[in-house]
């Protein structure tokens, strides 16, 4: 089974969502080196080919939400709607597929289940669940921020009769709810875009909300003809605003702040940001997320809309009882969401109150009672950010496990490298802004820093880079410094902080300093030879292994 062609590589990429693919760009077809990408699906996607839920939509704006590095690339496509449904982002990335011949080097149907640094060799064995393995002296992870699906160890799921489905899980045939009672629990940017279609279809749809949360009108339309010339005529801008702004968006943030605002022109800022619609509406005000006060003249705003639209004032109350401030956590954007709760067939349950208690073979059962169900949707989440690295087991220098370097919470470099664990690149990995920027800026910025450090070392004759540890430390800090500048750690139970998982530990995990700056520190630290990394000649490296084995004179 195992291809011998491919067992000595350069490069293998463990991934073919957008950061895989771009990551083999950059590799083989720029720098010419023998990669593989190996994927556990039968297809390209990664997010987008798991998270198949009805309503599944991008909450970045389409022509935000793309690659960048190839102005024809960007050309030969078209988005049909503001924000891309999951089926259309998965064609866009066949269409990148197909345009660089990028399948010929992906491996598809294949699990990573072990990956392991020979420190001798300086090679990384990696290991298939068939039993292959490949080795290669470059291992980079492309494995996405929200891939690990969490589902909530509730008791007696083994004993439910109906049906039960993970949004992250979905099956590629769909979910036909039309009689069913469906209960969905989880009520993040998942359960909010799931709700109002499920609910078109089901008898009754009952939504077990633990945390209220913040949601804001998406304002999908289809694109006219004009706006999709507009982007094809101004494919440069939109890549430089992208890469000109700290959330990675095609907008700016406004420089006026709430709190130096009147309260009337404050009211009709929010109310035009609400009547535009998405992600757009946390860049009415430069202040929303740095200030308290700021942020609760929002949150305000939004509770008060909410009440306007749902009929019910106890359901009313319940959507709008926030206990964070407004984008600490990941806010959702919605389409009809809250005035979902006006139908006859939809029934909001409080689990804070009256928390879940049990799976039972006819439902869910919480402090309450018993709430009857065919078919329970978890639209729980994601182990986000370590999970789906920890999940490749990966063990670096003298047999140190990745899980245990980690054991007190992700430590590394950039987010990109950690110490013990030579020539490993982690795309996207906590430390570096990812999940708080538009993903595919953060995923190209990332790529191409990596592929200019290959090409550095490959230049001087080096075989080796790793972050030293005193690089890392001083990293951990600039991003503990970064995300306390900010609110985003007063929402105790994010997954930002790794708060959805049992006994995961507490950490801020991605960089909130923006990508802007955090683009600048990676130039800065490339331009000054890779500082806080160590750079070894393949000599050197099997020097260094081969002290460390000597016997001591004792
Ligand atoms: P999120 O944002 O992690 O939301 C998960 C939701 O599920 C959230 O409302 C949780 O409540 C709820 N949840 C999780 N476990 C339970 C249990 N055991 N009981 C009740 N409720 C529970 O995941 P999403 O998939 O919506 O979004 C992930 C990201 O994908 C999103 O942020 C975008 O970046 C795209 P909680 O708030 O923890 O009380």
Redesign the pocket.
Known sequence: MTDKHYTDLDAVIVGAGFGGMYQLICLRDRLGLSVKVLEAADGVGG?WYW?RYPGARC?SESHAYWLTFDADLMKGWEWTERYPEQPEILRYLNYVADRYDLRRNIQFNTRVTAATYDEAANRWHVRTAAGETFTAQYLITAVG??STA?V?K?PGLDRFKGAWYH??QWPHEGVDFTGKRVGM?????????AAPVIAQTAAHLTV????A?YSVPARNVPLTDEFKQWIKDNADQIRFLTRDTPNGQAFRVSPQKAVDTPAAEREAIYEAAWERGGLQFRAAFQDLLSSKEANDTAADFIRRKVRQIVKNPDTAALLSDFDHPYAA??P?IDTDYFETFNRPNVTLVD??AA??EAITPDGIRTANGEYKLDIIV?????D?MTGPLLGLNIQGRDGVSLRDAWKDGPINYLGLQVTGFPNLFTITGPGSPS?LTNMPVAIEQHADWISDCITYMRAKGLDRIEATPEAMTRWVAQVNEAGNATLLPMAK???YLG??IPGKPRVFMPYAGGMTRYRQICEAIAANGYEGFALTAADAAADAAADTRQPTAA
């Not at 629990?185 to 875009?193: A, N």
């Open positions: 997010t998270n909450d921020c929200l969490n909530p509730i949004t992250g629990i989880g009520t993040g940017s998942t359960g909010i875009q077990f909300q633990r945390t949360n956590k990941r959702p689990v804070k928390p879940i978890f639209a729980t989440g994601f986000a999940v139970h994010s997954w708060a959805n």
